[in-house]
């Protein structure tokens, strides 16, 4: 394994040499592998997405029990995983499944709230987040490949700077929120204010989506290296599971930023 340690905790080296290759090894994991089992997971995810949208149009009360699930899953599957990578075989399925009932009950949120505008999104905010997730996921690794970007440890901490600067920024928006206070420009529906305040929160979610994609080098340098060291099979589960977590991350913030875009900019029905 390379010197590089990422600060994902799925992609940790440290644990991964420590706690993955102690495991059995039935053949060698391959990139094509890893692709393979981050397809099925991200196809999980879409289809717990379009079955959510549904059920939360026809229930909405739904939509806060897949946020909940999700959110209580997600901290399970980071502890599962973190103690014995191995759980990722059936971790990174069902934390697919959930984040995509989340991502499907927001959506439907976001579209009817852009409809009780007059709003209309050309193909729905789904389809756009989607375009602009494989966008910047094939531009991250064009740049990987091209050694434009190599995911070193320098570039990593800059990123861990500030994506911890991030965390404790939405940390502080989330108690706030408990309290019936949002934060000016952070909140999406600054988006509806138009004005400054739609512009600067704009911004600042296009300032997000691109630290999320640049995450995907670091990750896209951990599978390479993983896979150089002849990592064990089992480990694609491992590695896909770290992938999915990133791109789970971006696709959320490119919908926010669809939703920004139709709001400010989006044509209105006659």
Same mark, same amino acid.
């Given at each position: 394994?390379?010197?590089?340690?990422?600060?994902?905790?799925?992609?940790?080296?440290?644990?991964?040499?420590?706690?993955?290759?102690?495991?059995?090894?039935?053949?060698?994991?391959?990139?094509?592998?890893?692709?393979?089992?981050?397809?099925?997971?991200?196809?999980?995810?879409?289809?717990?997405?379009? !079955?959510?949208?549904?059920?939360?149009?026809?229930?909405?009360?739904?939509?806060?029990?897949?946020?909940?699930?999700?959110?209580?899953?997600?901290?399970?599957?980071?502890?599962?995983?973190?103690?014995?990578?191995?759980?990722?075989?059936?971790?990174?399925?069902?934390?697919?499944?959930?984040?995509?009932?989340?991502?499907?009950?927001?959506?439907?949120?976001?579209?009817?709230?852009?409809?009780?505008?007059?709003?209309?999104?050309?193909?729905?905010?789904?389809?756009?987040?989607?375009?602009?997730?494989?966008? $910047?996921?094939?531009?991250?690794?064009?740049?990987?490949?091209?050694?434009?970007?190599?995911?070193?440890?320098?570039?990593?901490?800059?990123?861990?700077?500030?994506?911890?600067?991030?965390?404790?920024?939405?940390?502080?928006?989330?108690?706030?929120?408990?309290?019936?206070?949002?934060?000016?420009? !952070?909140?999406?529906?600054?988006?509806?204010?138009?004005?400054?305040?739609?512009?600067?929160?704009?911004? !600042?979610?296009?300032?997000?989506?691109?630290?999320?994609?640049?995450? $995907?080098?670091?990750?896209?340098?951990?599978?390479?290296?993983?896979?150089?060291?002849?990592?064990?099979?089992?480990?694609?589960?491992?590695?896909?599971?770290?992938?999915?977590?990133? $791109?789970?991350?971006?696709?959320?913030?490119?919908?926010?930023?669809?939703?920004?875009?139709?709001?400010?900019?989006?044509?209105?029905?006659?």
């Amino acid at each position: 394994m390379s010197q590089l340690q990422s600060s994902n905790p799925v992609f940790a080296d440290q644990l991964f040499d420590q706690k993955v290759h102690a495991q059995p090894a039935g053949g060698v994991a391959t990139v094509q592998g890893v692709i393979n089992k981050t397809g099925a997971c991200a196809m999980l995810c879409a289809i717990a997405g379009a !079955i959510a949208y549904a059920v939360t149009k026809a229930n909405p009360g739904w939509a806060m029990g897949f946020m909940i699930a999700s959110l209580i899953f997600s901290f399970v599957a980071f502890i599962a995983v973190w103690r014995s990578p191995s759980h990722a075989r059936w971790v990174a399925p069902i934390y697919s499944i959930l984040q995509g009932a989340t991502i499907g009950s927001v959506t439907f949120f976001l579209e009817r709230i852009l409809e009780s505008k007059g709003i209309t999104v050309a193909g729905g905010l789904a389809l756009q987040a989607f375009v602009i997730t494989m966008a $910047l996921m094939g531009t991250m690794l064009g740049l990987y490949k091209a050694r434009i970007l190599r995911g070193g440890q320098t570039f990593q901490m800059a990123l861990t700077v500030a994506t911890v600067g991030l965390l404790v920024v939405m940390l502080i928006g989330f108690v706030l929120s408990l309290f019936g206070v949002s934060l000016p420009f !952070i909140s999406i529906g600054s988006a509806l204010e138009g004005g400054t305040p739609a512009l600067i929160g704009l911004g !600042i979610n296009v300032l997000v989506l691109g630290l999320a994609s640049l995450w $995907l080098v670091v990750d896209f340098r951990v599978i390479d290296d993983a896979v150089q060291s002849g990592a064990p099979r089992e480990a694609e589960w491992y590695l896909a599971f770290g992938l999915i977590v990133t $791109l789970v991350w971006v696709y959320i913030e490119a919908l926010k930023l669809a939703f920004r875009l139709a709001a400010m900019f989006g044509g209105k029905r006659n």
